[in-house]
Structure formats: structure tokens, C-alpha cells
DNA sequence: CCGCTCATGTAACTGGTTACATGATTTA
DNA sequence: TAAATCATGTAACCAGTTACATGAGCGG
């Protein structure tokens, strides 16, 4: 009877927000850029009413002026499954290594011409360093002052992404060099 | 008629592979630390068969030794098909994030204990160092003079390993720090 | 009053997973 | 001769997706 990975991330969204409505949660990944779910309707709401049923949630009825809702919160199990979730240690595999979609297609790029690969990274990069700025900007909008582990996950995507940053411009350096193949005076 | 993730890294893996039987793919995606595929033959044969059925793949009966087997090679629409996929720019939100689970669970930890978390983070650094070295034999294992992209996939790993040490290491330092609130002489 | 956001849900699908089943060949 | 590896496949399941459907309240 594991939680899946929605589910635990849905106990720390509540824990984080409660009282608060499924629609609150649904809004939250969606909107969130290091989400990884889309946050849909068909995800959520079965999810939420599961873990009501197995009792890591509980809910009532409420109401925001005058719009129903249904405002849910951690029950005590809820709160000590989040709690386990965190502590269990990942395994060893997991914590590894990150998926990179980037990494996937350079590994089969010998398939195309030299120039279609420097445009597939100079890409890659421009869309990169479009983003830096948001990534920082995350960083200033959760202080350490206010939610420490917040700005450790924003400081997270940073990281990673000027990591990336610094390999594609490695790559780009090293296709744009000419090859030893190369003739001398061509 | 989108190729799959899964689809796309066959047809990727036939490339440079073929002629290869649909075994080989199952346990390249198995073993590879890179690939986030399991590699399980209820998702391998069933989708080699349908790609050889749209066309992207040919087969033929072999035999090494006495034993039977079905080797596999890309037609000219899957090697099209490749090269349109590698060639095609990802979508922005894909290419500026890459999703972490330590980052994930960093989000909730204010519903831990100081001490756990700590323990949490000094876990995934260990795990993570231990990793190290096989990233690094990695980019030795596929030095640039034999194929240059398989280098440079493992350099990628090898240097977002790195950051997230690095990110890890950081957090440490800031959660053993004494925190502001805490009262001197204490 | 029109369009947007808030709010809740269902149905069909998809792209994988695990577990099961089988059998030949090689190696210790 | 037993265990591991090569090799091919099926069946049941699962988590999450898209698309659909509905309706109330709020702002311009």
C-alpha cells in the first residue's frame, strides 16, 4: 500500500497549504515550474478522495463567500506518512542520477551532420539561458527567511540548470573546433 | 502517429546497434545507468513488433551458433523518422528544467526535525560521491576519438552529478550553521 | 452580459510496469 | 548437472494524461 510519487507530493502540498482545496493543488503543480505533474483535473480529484478514504486526508465542506467548496487538510496518519516518505531513504539509484532529455538525444546525434547538431545545442541553449532569469528569480521570491527549503529547491534548479548550461557550451566549443580529420589549409 | 519516448530511444539504440536482437535493446536500456527505461520485455518485444509493423523496423530470423533469434535493423523510414526526432526542437519548459527527486523532497522538509533532514541530505551526498567514480569511468569508457556524442552524454551526467553535490553541499553547511533565532552561549 | 477564474468531477486512453511462462545454450 | 545467460513472448495492472462536462461567481 505505497503511495505513489503524486500522492506523496500531494501529502507535502497539503501540508504546506492546508486548509485548502483540491483546485489550490491542481493550480499548484500546474503552475509550478519544477513540478513535474500536470496537475489535471483527472489526476487530482480521484487522488484526493482516495486518500480521504484511506485516511490521509480529511475534508469539509466550506465556503468562500458565497462559492461552495471543500477545504481538505492532513490527518494524523496523513501527517506521519509524509513524514516516513521523507525520512525513507532513496535508493542509491535514484539519487544518482537525474533524467535529462538533452543527455537522450546527444547520444544518438552521430546520426546527423555536424551542423544539425550545433544547431540542436545552440537551441538547447538559448532556451537554457532564457530561462536562467525566472530560476533566479525563484530564488529571490523564497528567501531563506521565510521557507528555507523552498529557496534550497529554487537554489537546486539553478544549480542544475548553469550546470547544463556550462556542458552545452562545452559541446558547442568542442563540434564548433575544427575535428583532427580535418586537412590543414582547407 | 508521435513516436514514444521509449520509441524513439529504440529506434536510437537499433541505429547504432543493428543488426541486434530485440534481447540487446532490452538489456542496453537495462543496464545503462543513463537510461530511465526498465527495459522490461513486456515493454520491449510488444513495441519492436509494432514498429516493424508501421514500417520504422525490418527483421529477419538468425541464428548465433544454434540459437535462434530476430535481428533487427532501421528502414529508411526509421532512420528518417530518427533523425526528424533528433532534429525537431524540444519544447522550451523541457529543455530548462530537468526534474530531481532530491529537489522534490527538499521542498517539504520543514515538516521534519533539523536533525532529519540533515541525515537526509548528508544520505544523498554519500550515495551521490559513491556514484562519482562510475560517471567519471563512464566518460572514460567512451573516450571522444570513438564516438563523440556517447562522450559528451556522459560528461552531462558527470557534470550535473557534480552540481548537485555541490547544491547538496551547501544545504549541509547551511542547516549544521547555527540558525539566526539561535540564542548565544546556548 | 461576456469571458475569465474558481471549483468539481468522469471516461477513455496511453505508455509504461511487474510478474508469469517457456525453452535453448553456455558456463561453473 | 545446476545455475546463469540468451531469447521471446503474454497478461494483468497502474499511474497519470487528455478531453469532456458542468456550473457558480466575479470583473470589465
Known amino acids: 500500500m505505497a503511495l505513489s510519487d503524486l500522492e506523496q507530493a500531494v501529502l507535502g502540498l ?18 509550478s515550474r519544477t513540478a513535474r505533474f500536470s496537475g489535471s483535473a483527472g489526476s487530482i480529484y480521484p487522488l484526493m478522495l482516495r486518500l480521504e478514504q484511506r485516511g490521509y486526508l480529511r475534508s469539509k465542506p466550506a465556503r468562500q463567500g458565497r462559492r461552495r467548496r471543500r477545504d481538505y487538510g492532513l490527518t494524523r496518519k496523513g501527517s506521519v506518512a509524509l513524514r516516513r516518505w ?10 544518482s542520477l537525474v533524467y ?72 558547442a566549443a568542442a563540434i564548433e573546433r575544427p575535428t583532427r580529420r580535418r586537412r590543414r589549409g582547407k
Chains 1, 2 share one sequence.
Not at 14 to 31: E, F, N, S
Not at 122 to 148: F, G, I, Y
Open 14 to 31: 497539503v501540508y504546506q497549504h492546508a486548509p485548502c482545496t483540491a483546485y489550490a493543488i491542481r493550480t499548484l503543480c500546474a503552475k
Open 86 to 95: 521523507l525520512t525513507l531513504p532513496l535508493p542509491a539509484a535514484d539519487v
Open 100 to 171: 535529462d532529455p538533452l543527455r537522450t538525444r546527444m547520444l544518438f546525434q552521430r546520426a546527423l551532420p555536424r551542423a544539425s547538431t550545433l544547431a540542436f545545442v545552440l537551441d538547447a541553449l538559448t532556451k537554457l539561458r532564457a530561462a536562467w532569469p525566472l530560476l533566479e528569480q525563484d530564488c529571490r521570491d523564497h528567501p531563506r527567511s521565510q521557507n528555507e527549503f523552498l529557496h534550497y529547491a529554487a537554489r537546486n534548479a539553478l544549480l542544475l540548470a548553469q550546470a547544463r548550461i556550462a556542458w552545452l557550451e562545452e559541446v
